[in-house]
């Protein structure tokens, strides 16, 4: 099974600052199947990258997406007030199909 | 608009069974798979497993083989998660949330999410 590991834990940034999360995998993940999700208190996820790059729909460009194999990297280029929330990793690996969530990164207000 | 609803709290005692819906809306219900996530109170997240609510098919993470089920009403557009034997663990917030084969499998709408507390 695929452990995928999320850091920092937390990280404390201003708005306008640039903010880089991390998500390695135990082993090596289809870039296909590797998503990243943002969560505010009390809401439900909001899906923001998928296939590893690829924003989903209504997602601002200020949210991009990198990587390959085991390691991935979710770039948020400069913090909007609405941007500070918990940020999760998940991989889907096919066979059989299992989804895997990471334990998530939360960006606060410094 | 494409959603999910589900339905509303539940309060059960251990050993208990409790049945979480999921309605949908604004899409084919057969066309996506629902997947089940659950969140503990200031923890993670927890794929729970899938259903096709076309064929009825199933797949659950092992951590909960054999105390979870997932069924459909597709005369209502309607996904069901069963969970049983129900311990003080399971209290945590369900989600479904539909599985999107042009965005890779990634989980693209999500339902509000059903606090389940389990408590004696």
């Known amino acids: 099974e695929i452990v995928l590991t999320q850091s920092p834990g937390t990280l404390s940034l201003s708005p306008g600052e640039r903010a880089t999360l991390s998500c390695r995998a135990s082993?090596?993940?289809?870039?296909?199947?590797l998503a990243w999700y943002q969560q505010k208190p009390g809401q439900a996820p909001r899906l923001l990258i998928y296939?590893?790059?690829s924003r989903a729909t209504g997602i601002p460009d200020r949210f991009s997406g990198s990587g390959s194999g085991t390691d991935f990297t979710l770039t948020i280029s400069r913090l909007e007030p609405e941007d500070f929330a918990v940020y999760y990793c998940q991989q889907y690996g096919s066979s059989p199909p299992v989804f895997t969530f990471g334990p998530g990164t939360k960006v606060d207000i410094k | 608009q494409v959603q999910l609803v589900q339905s509303g709290a539940e309060v059960k005692k251990p050993g208990a069974s409790v049945k979480v819906s999921c309605k949908a809306s604004?899409?084919?219900?057969?066309?996506?798979?629902i997947n089940w996530v659950r969140q503990a109170t200031g923890q993670g997240l927890e794929w729970m497993g899938w259903?096709?609510?076309?064929?009825?098919?199933?797949g659950y993470a092992q951590k909960f083989q054999g105390r979870v089920t997932m069924t459909r009403n597709t005369s209502i557009s309607t996904a069901y998660m069963e969970l049983s034997s129900l311990r003080s663990e399971d209290t945590a917030v369900y989600y479904c949330a539909r599985r999107q084969w042009l965005a890779h499998d990634a989980f693209d709408i999500w339902g509000q999410g059903t606090m389940v507390t389990v408590s004696s």
């Open positions: 082993q090596s993940v289809s870039s296909s199947y």
């Open positions: 259903m096709n609510p076309n064929s009825g098919n199933t």
């Open positions: 604004g899409y084919t219900f057969t066309s996506y798979d």
């Open positions: 296939g590893a790059s």
